[in-house]
């Protein structure tokens, strides 16, 4: 079980930016497809974004496509998630998780992921 740990949000106004990461203990992280996911007070867990394990394949929820930016760096077992253009919206905890099963496919559903980090809180301000 790989261990993972988000950081980097916070509260921005509307149309801002913040950059997200989600940092794995280890050297196997590279076996693992990563997804973000986030959910606010009263709602469901939702998909945000995912990467394959070489990071060469990347899906991204409708919503949220051509704002966020996921990527990952194997070399220092961290993935990146960059969002611009935030809206009220966005608010939420958001997680990252890890799939090890089948790491070379990305997957939406949250039951699919191994293990989780504690999240982080973006607030974004209208």
């Known amino acids: 079980q790989v261990q993972l740990v988000e950081s980097g949000g916070g509260l921005v106004q509307a149309g801002g930016s913040l950059r997200l990461s989600c940092a794995a203990s280890g050297h196997t992280f590279s076996s693992y497809a990563v997804g973000w996911f986030r959910q606010a007070p009263g709602k469901e867990r939702e998909f945000v974004a995912g990467?394959?394990?070489?990071?060469?394949?990347?899906y991204y929820a409708d919503s949220m496509e051509g704002r966020f930016t996921i990527s990952r760096d194997n070399a220092k077992n961290t993935v990146y998630l960059q969002m611009i253009s935030l809206k009220p919206e966005d608010t939420a905890v958001y997680y990252c998780?890890?799939?090890?099963?089948?790491?070379?496919?990305?997957?939406?559903?949250?039951?699919?992921?191994?293990?989780w980090g504690q999240g982080t809180q973006v607030t974004v301000s209208s």
């Open positions: 990467i394959n394990w070489s990071g060469g394949s990347t």
């Open positions: 998780a890890a799939n090890y099963r089948t790491p070379r496919n990305i997957l939406i559903r949250p039951s699919s992921y191994d293990s």
